[in-house]
């Protein structure tokens, strides 16, 4: 099997469940941000969203378009303590499975 198609199915299950435990957060239902706040050049878009925002329609969506595209994915990622930071004390939300899942992410696309 050709290695990048293999990487990028990995990847995609990956997003899947990163889907499914915000989900189940009650994290995924999220106010889409205005075109404004999507064109923000801080780290996360710290400035102008939530971070659950951030992960669902930044990171997942920038993600989605270099699968389907077929384009060469980030070769580092470090999102898993930003998301250790952003969640630290909600009460209901999955902290564990999130940045578990983000940090799966992290060591993948950081090993390619």
């Not at 075109?35 to 923000?40: D, I, K, M, V, Y």
């Not at 470090?78 to 902290?95: L, Q, W």
Request: charged share 20%; with cysteine; glycine share 6%.
């Amino acid at each position: 099997m050709n290695q990048t198609f293999s990487d990028h199915h990995a990847l995609a299950d990956l997003l899947i469940t990163l889907q499914i435990r915000l989900q189940q957060s009650g994290l995924w239902e999220c106010e889409q941000p205005s075109h404004e706040a999507l064109q923000s050049q801080q780290p996360f878009c710290i400035d102008t969203m939530s971070f659950e925002q951030w992960l669902r329609y930044v990171m997942i969506e920038k993600f989605k378009y270099l699968l389907q595209s077929g384009s060469a994915l980030p070769n580092r990622c470090h999102i898993s303590p930003m998301a250790e930071e952003a969640f630290k004390g909600n009460i209901g939300v999955d902290v564990d499975g999130i940045v578990g899942c983000l940090d799966q992410i992290d060591k993948h696309l950081s090993a390619q």
